[in-house]
């Protein structure tokens, strides 16, 4: 078909929807259908070589239409807010059971092992050498405290608590391809490190404070990284093991794309907590109240957010 043929046969298609474009009052129904029938015909202009103005023209129409069918242009700026503040407590909340499950592998390991230090502190060295122990309650007495170094050593900590951060979360979630046990062991540990310190240090008065005032903050989000990480390996694991009537690399793909979010969610957490614990936690002019008051609404702001973040718009 010569140039002037096609542009002939289509010139009525292309005025419709030209008309629906120009009128905010129109009726759009058909749009969809016509749509199709301009994709096509910007495809055989291609194809066959035709005028380079034409291309242009029906290229132009081709975006006017998806914009106006798919409102692109309207929904980029929310894409990222919608996606942390609904899609994300949305996701941990559809798999709260695995959550449940990292959760009592933390703090019931954490919780049973710190009640058996606490009425019997001889089971530490079971848990940890002698060594560690006496470095710990050093660390955090009084006269020991290493905290205030000034806004250079501030950042070479906040380096090292997000290394350190990260690498725990990342061997965490990596664990969990190999049916989720790694990553719950990898979390029960964490716990039961946890439990260890906690009540080694809770024994002895002269470290109990300087111990719970550092960690009652960044912890909020620290050990929500982790038990997200923990959630997230498990969901992929689990996946493997059970894809259901999909190939194993389908189910995986689809419990990655519904975990993406949680993976990154988590990541921040982990990442606010390294500053938190870098520039709030370690400072000696911050009074340990001030400190309780800011770890407990941030306990309370996190339990909050997946709790009801989300619901209206889900």
């Known amino acids: 078909m010569k140039q002037q043929q096609f542009v002939a046969s289509n010139e009525a298609l292309w005025a419709e929807i030209a008309a629906i474009l120009a009128d905010p009052q129109a009726d759009r129904r058909p749009l969809p259908a016509l749509y199709r029938r301009l ?102 007495q009084s006269g020991q405290l290493k905290m205030g170094r000034g806004s250079e050593g501030d950042v070479l900590m906040f380096g090292y608590y997000i290394w350190n951060n990260v690498s725990i979360c990342f061997r965490t979630f990596a664990g969990g391809i190999a049916g989720g046990i790694p990553a719950l062991f990898s979390t029960a540990s964490n716990g039961m490190h946890f439990g260890v310190i906690g009540a080694w240090l809770s024994k002895d008065p002269a470290t109990r404070n300087n111990f719970w005032s550092f960690v009652i903050t960044h912890s909020a989000f620290e050990v929500t990284g982790l038990l997200l990480s923990s959630m997230a390996g498990m969901r992929l694991g689990l996946t493997l093991i059970h894809p259901g009537r999909r190939s194993r690399a389908h189910a995986l793909h689809d419990a990655s794309a519904d975990m993406f979010p949680v993976i990154v969610g988590g990541a921040l957490f982990t990442f606010g907590a390294a500053f938190i614990e870098g520039f709030w936690s370690a400072s000696t002019a911050i009074p340990a109240s001030a400190k309780y008051a800011v770890g407990g609404v941030c306990w309370t702001l996190v339990i909050a957010f997946f709790v009801f973040a989300g619901r209206r718009r889900q």
Not at 50 to 69: F, G, K, T
């Open 39 to 140: 994709c096509q015909c910007l495809a055989l202009a291609r194809q066959r070589g035709y005028s380079p103005a034409i291309a242009a023209y029906l290229q132009n129409m081709v975006s006017d239409c998806h914009r106006l069918l798919y409102g692109a242009g309207v929904a980029r700026p929310s894409t990222l807010v919608r996606w942390m503040l609904v899609d994300f407590p949305c996701r941990v909340r559809a798999e709260w059971r695995l959550l449940l499950l990292a959760c009592l592998a933390f703090y019931g390991v954490a919780l049973a092992v710190g009640l058996m230090i606490w009425f019997d502190p001889h089971w530490a060295y079971s848990f940890s050498d002698a060594t560690q122990l006496e470095e710990y309650r050093k660390m955090y």
